[in-house]
């Protein structure tokens, strides 16, 4: 393919109009040529980013008018579906922003309906999988220069969470992440799940009982214990600590401007995702749109990675109430090998 | 007190022979003024270290012959009662080396005697107390400036272990000290603790099962999961984060020499124990000689505190084999308030 | 402009190919129209990373074909002259690579040809100016926050250089970086330039008489040293530690996946400059694509910027004899304001 | 000798009281037996350290009465003769605070009263050659696993100074200690010294012209960068990074607690020599006691080193002014080999 990929942009929420922004400012190879968005002034916002684009409220008739050759879909999770099955009925690549539905029986539909087509046609958005230390984290691990990978210890803290925020997504919205890059980095899907409440931070929103720890059990043994934080204040942080026969590998350490001021060295942390996974979130989008012209479609996680994490995140929630919850997947068909 | 005081030392193995040369080469106002140890050998070895101390087989002759002022046990700690009652009915101060018993019966019985006493006599060789980052971590959660403390992340690795270490010493000889300075750092005792398996080492013993991962609830509901490792062949390090309210703190972060060299920075990393807390060692060893001689003559963990750790070990060997056990303690009796 | 710059690229060596890769696989809205290349094999290969270019021998050709719409100067300095008198004949925007001539009367005529046209259309390619980190510390310094910047220590270390390296060299293809980004740091153009030489590196090429340490005195009196060693064996590292009033501020540092192995704490370094200014180079190009997009033409260092750097160069080659070396500039014009 | 080191402390300042205070509580084998110093209120709060001690308003008193077995001088420089020849006269071993003496000739008189002894009796206070990390990289050095050293790049950093303080103590109370420690590290004498000024600290005493950039020549053509800097307002710093043939090494980084907040990540930073050096300070004199109670008396830089460092400082007090400056020493006589 020597001419653009003309990507519809469904959504125009935050996370579409930053899409949105991306493609247009800085993806080679591909256009924002339609974007599909209800609200009117969401719609003409977003149009300003993406000049030559066409303004659509229904996915259904961008499809129509025959205006995209890829869906990029941003709306919330609960959205997906309606999107997914006209999208893939075109026969259409899709990169789905996460989850790929909000539970395991609707993910599940989605993978019926895509086995309908020669190959997998939808890539998942779990863009940690391109970070360039999570890349070379998985590297290490892959290479048994430190021995087998025993344990992974996982911080991931964020400032603050609007009122808005529920105690179940510690689990469907944050956790998520780490059910997902977890069994990409170790090589091995997730078998257990358990929360354990440490104290309380008095800076959450009141009906909020966090932090969380979630321990994890791989299928291969390894284990994994993950501090989700969503109201330390500080800042924004994601770190693993991954534990070999033969030593220690670590992430997601601060790499900002080095200062010496009053009394200390400092070093500059990220405060927001959007720092810490911008480059991530452009080798996502760019590695996709390569893909999608290389006639390949799909580079990252599938609709099977989703499917996983979503029943991963049951039985987070489930264990969110207590017990250790296990994580019962069918077989994988062989359409996702 | 002007004049030095006098150590009888019980005890010339490793640990013994490393407080006489402590003692006579880097402690002021000590001397080793008796070495009790049965070995002809070992006794012989120490008394070099020792210039003008006398040479016993048993602690009962060091005390008839009025050769000490203080006595430090340094034999294993199934050795330590044997001393310990004598040394209490002669009423002198006693460093003892961690355990003070090998269970709490005993360590009961221990408290029962010194109680006849006008008040403790007994320090319990904690070192990591007298740590300068374990201090000013306790500092800074006393302090309150980051919120309060939620939970503490730990972790514990040693290069290797002989073929003789039998896994219950993953607890009574390693989380041992975990059971100690965790609530010493946040001001409340252990109330359970769980034991998980990792993936195994395969360059552990054969024996062994490890790393294990400890999970501990305090109290005060902080929660703290410490990654026991005794084979993880880099190194030694003992490292903590705490997870407050409104930020994070972190000791045991490497701090020797820093060197680029062939393609990487490094920072000199410890591979012993005995260079990790050399500093504590002596801090231990000349604040205890400093109290002795105030007449104050205890300034660290007492026979409580080793007492409180003996629980703490036999819920930890029980919850080797699963469970979540609970740590039970007896009233603190106003003696030790 | 909707639709994308057409970029003629002059020169398909090594840095050449980088840049055609960059912009046909990483850079929005441009593409590779034209490579101008007279080794046929090096254009052959090139083509292939520029899916629907054509290939001229002579960048005349290129403009009497109405290829591009915009130059990038990838040759050798000593070439770049013939190119850039045409494509600013033709009234192109243009990014040239440093220098932007090998000497400053050669870099006067450029400015004089420039001048004819309505405003500059000549960018320089001192890529370290687009890199993050530096960008952080130029804003830290325009704050204010530490006070007045007093001094500049900087490091320059190459794991090695092939035997074709010259002993100027390390002025006018390795200091020159510092002479262009110093002064955009500090706010302030080279006044002075010395030369002192340490003990020489027996690895390096044995016509080469390095490290050096080279001093400049800035206009507004601040002081920079650069130790400037291209065969320090271990990597590449480009760092700045800059003395304020009130403290300090260092870029440059490893950031790289973090290890204990062996004894040692280690985070990976870079060992080429290819790494370490990736995002650097990626950006560059971006924003000046989207800078001629927008008419502004030029979005960083210009011709008399280029023009200051090749006075620099010539004092810095001055002072390898020894003494201390002016650089007399004429008069900005009005027109680089 | 089993008996304790009685030492004379002359000056009870704040030096003085400091190394009191340290030869009671921490060092080994020694006590303050005489505390020499004519300001009776000095000399009432000296004792209150040294129990047992007898104060003495002159050194000649203290002499007479046989009540010291070794002198540690503790007051400016400027007072150290008339301190020094009688305690050499007496042939007691001696440790001298830095300076030896205010200049090169009443040093060059020292070295010749010492040299009717049967061996070096002078040990002048350079401590940070007792601290770990100048050790450790001095023993890379040595070791020449990095190839041989090529440069020395020194931050020799402080918060503020007072009033009092002179243009002239930037060199003489201050690069003073790089005079010593460089030539040591290095394995040879300095050549050469020279000054440069950056852009002056408006935070600095109105009288002084500061920081400086100090430049040693070594013997062996090793150069050294030294950043003088008392006016920096954030803390206390003294770091080196060493610059090999085939790597890079550096000190005098932060060690401090390490902290998450506010939007950074800190690492805590020394404030004062005093705990920057606390470690050293004390090694200094435990290495000091021990030596001269095995009877080799010195165990540290020794007279001749002093008479070097004043002949360095009387070369940088002239390069203040401008200029390369020479150090030409005498030939050092055997007594000193």
């Given at each position: 393919m020597t001419t653009d990929l003309r990507v519809g942009v469904v959504g125009a929420g935050l996370m579409g109009a930053d899409h949105i922004a991306r493609i247009t400012?800085?993806?080679?190879?591909?256009?924002?040529s339609a974007v599909v968005e209800p609200d009117a002034g969401r719609a003409a916002a977003a149009a300003q980013n993406a000049p030559g684009s066409q303004a659509f409220s229904r996915i259904e008739d961008a499809l129509a008018a025959d205006a995209v050759d890829a869906v990029l879909i941003a709306t919330p999770g609960k959205f997906h579906e309606p999107v997914l099955v006209p999208a893939l009925e075109a026969g259409l690549p899709i990169l789905c922003?996460?989850?790929?539905?909000?539970?395991s029986a609707s993910s599940w539909q989605i993978l019926q309906l895509e086995q309908r087509l020669d190959r997998p046609h939808i890539q998942v958005g779990f863009m940690r999988r391109f970070d360039a230390q999570y890349s070379a984290l998985r590297q290490l691990i892959a290479s048994g220069d430190e021995g087998e990978l025993l344990m992974l210890r996982c911080a991931h803290r964020n400032p603050s969470v609007p009122e808005?925020?529920?105690?179940e997504m510690l689990i469907t919205d944050s956790v998520v992440h780490e059910f997902d890059v977890v069994p990409w980095l170790a090589g091995s899907p997730v078998k257990t799940v358990e929360v354990k409440y440490p104290r309380r931070n008095s800076l959450s929103p009141e009906h909020l009982r966090e932090p969380i720890l979630v321990i994890m059990e791989l299928e291969n043994g390894v284990l994994v214990d993950v501090e989700m934080n969503v109201s330390v204040q500080f800042g924004y942080q994601v770190a693993t600590e991954a534990v070999f026969e033969q030593g220690i590998a670590r992430i997601g350490q601060p790499a900002g401007l080095q200062q010496w001021h009053d009394g200390r060295f400092s070093i500059g942390e990220h405060v927001s995702f959007t720092t810490r996974f911008a480059d991530a979130y452009d080798a996502q989008i760019q590695r996709w749109v390569n893909a999608v012209r290389a006639g390949t479609?799909?580079?990252?996680?599938n609709a099977w990675d989703g499917y996983l994490v979503a029943l991963s995140c049951e039985a987070g929630v489930r264990a969110l109430q207590g017990g250790v919850q296990s994580v019962d997947a069918a077989a994988r068909p062989a359409f996702y090998a």
């Open positions: 400012n800085r993806i080679s190879g591909a256009v924002v922003e996460k989850p790929l539905t909000p539970d808005s925020y529920t105690q479609l799909v580079d990252g996680p």
